[in-house]
């Protein structure tokens, strides 16, 4: 996505190379770290690039979802004491199992419908458009898409 992999607008979903792979494991395999990935992707496309890392921890979509690795015990801590001394919420339910938690589970979602059925119209419209549909986000994607194009849409889009 631009940071541990080539950004590439023709391929939205480049893997990491096996050196990023390599890296990530020795890195959260150090019990004196606590390795937090974030990312904008889907909690599936995680599982599957990352999944076999056993102590990383990852947040999918933008945190919207969050996956603990298995030696989280103090991050896990930190986000469902109540009485935390850094001030951080407790988000997490204290007795969950669950492989991928929700963040912020109270989140109003109901918008997703109606701007689905809008930029679905617009990637129509556009040829080298598409989007992806998340659970908590809608991403459009256009840069493989005629620049003057794209740009004389979205204008049309935000007004």
């Known amino acids: ?3 541990m992999v080539e950004q590439d607008p023709a391929k939205p979903f480049p893997e990491p190379s096996q050196e ?3 890296m990530l494991e020795r890195l959260s395999s150090d019990p004196k770290n ?3 990935m974030l990312s904008g992707k889907r909690k599936e496309i995680l599982d599957k690039w990352f ?12 945190g919207y979802f969050f996956r603990f690795g298995s030696n989280s015990k103090f991050l896990r ?3 469902i004491r109540e009485d935390s001394g850094y001030n951080i919420v407790p988000i997490l339910p204290k007795n969950s199992n669950e492989s991928w938690e929700k963040l912020f589970p109270s989140t109003d979602l109901s918008w997703v419908t109606t ?3 809008i930029v679905e119209m617009y990637c129509d ?3 080298g458009s598409y989007a992806e549909i998340k659970q908590s986000s809608i991403v459009w994607y256009f840069g493989a898409a005629d620049r003057e194009f794209v740009t004389e ?3 049309e889009l935000r007004n």
């Open 153 to 155: 849409q979205a204008n």
């Open 1 to 3: 996505e631009g940071t």
């Open 77 to 79: 801590q930190c986000l």
């Open 125 to 127: 419209r556009i040829d």
């Open 51 to 62: 999944g076999g890392i056993a102590n990383l921890n990852l947040g999918a979509e933008h």
């Open 20 to 22: 990023v792979l390599t």
């Open 115 to 117: 701007v689905k059925a």
């Open 34 to 36: 606590v390795v937090v």
